[in-house]
């Protein structure tokens, strides 16, 4: 139980592009979804924190209107990179936390996705 | 007050020793520590975390060690093995979920 997915796994576009990351708990009801960012051989940096049905909340540093988070149900949330340049290149991963429990103690991870803007 | 400092950096023990990563925090609000395992390409995957009301937990051969006046945490891994090459992170919340990530650590277990 508790899997979360990503698609797509890895992407390639140009710049300028925008894309669609979607995250999607398969098997429990997620209230609350993660998204992060990791640079090779770094560690996770929280992006922003959305919450079904509500606006998400951003990190100190992170352009909401670059970084386009929805979590339009308790299955699934979305993150659009508008605009993409290479220095937006990153692994992104999010996270899901289940319906009922504390956010903290039911962080359940996704696969990540490779981002690679040319 | 944020940030949760790991060490060491990378790590490099033989098959069948013990592995120990160390985390030190500043926020005393902070009140749940897991700790994740990552390997190359994929998400990370908790290990296991333990709260400031006890000094220790263990499950199978992972163990956390936590000094709340010390404010720091440690994982140990025995007997370790080369399946357990990975990065390591260890990370604290408060309420609210937000999970601030140490820097991680590179285990390589030799055979």
């Known amino acids: 139980g508790a899997v979360v997915s990503q698609h797509p796994s890895r992407v390639i576009c140009k710049s300028g592009t925008s894309v669609k990351i979607e995250c999607r708990s398969l098997d429990f009801q997620a209230t609350t979804m993660f998204w992060y960012r990791q640079f090779p051989k770094k560690s996770l940096m929280l992006m922003a924190t959305?919450?079904?049905?509500?606006?998400?909340?951003?990190e100190q540093g992170v352009e909401k209107d670059k970084f386009l988070i929805n979590h339009a149900s308790l299955t699934l949330s979305t993150l659009t990179v508008t605009s993409a340049h290479p220095e937006d290149s990153s692994f992104y991963i999010c996270?899901?936390?289940?319906?009922?429990?504390?956010?903290?103690?039911?962080?359940?991870f996704g696969p990540g996705t490779r981002l690679l803007v040319l | 007050q944020q940030q949760v400092k790991q060490s060491p950096q990378s790590l490099i023990v033989q098959k069948g020793g013990i592995s120990i990563i160390n985390c030190a925090y500043e926020n005393t609000a902070f009140d749940y520590f897991p700790w994740y395992q990552q390997f190359p390409g994929k998400g990370p995957a908790l290990l296991i975390a333990?709260?400031?009301?006890?000094s220790e937990k263990k499950e199978g051969r992972f163990t956390i060690s936590f000094n709340k006046s010390a404010k720091q945490f440690s994982l140990h891994i025995m007997d370790s093995q080369p399946g357990d090459s990975a990065t390591y992170f260890c990370a604290a919340s408060g309420r609210g979920g937000k999970l601030i990530f140490g820097q991680g650590t590179e285990l390589s277990v030799k055979p």
């Open positions: 996270s899901a936390s289940s319906l009922g429990r504390t956010p903290q103690e039911t962080q359940y």
């Open positions: 333990i709260r400031p009301d006890v």
């Open positions: 959305s919450n079904e049905g509500s606006k998400a909340t951003y």
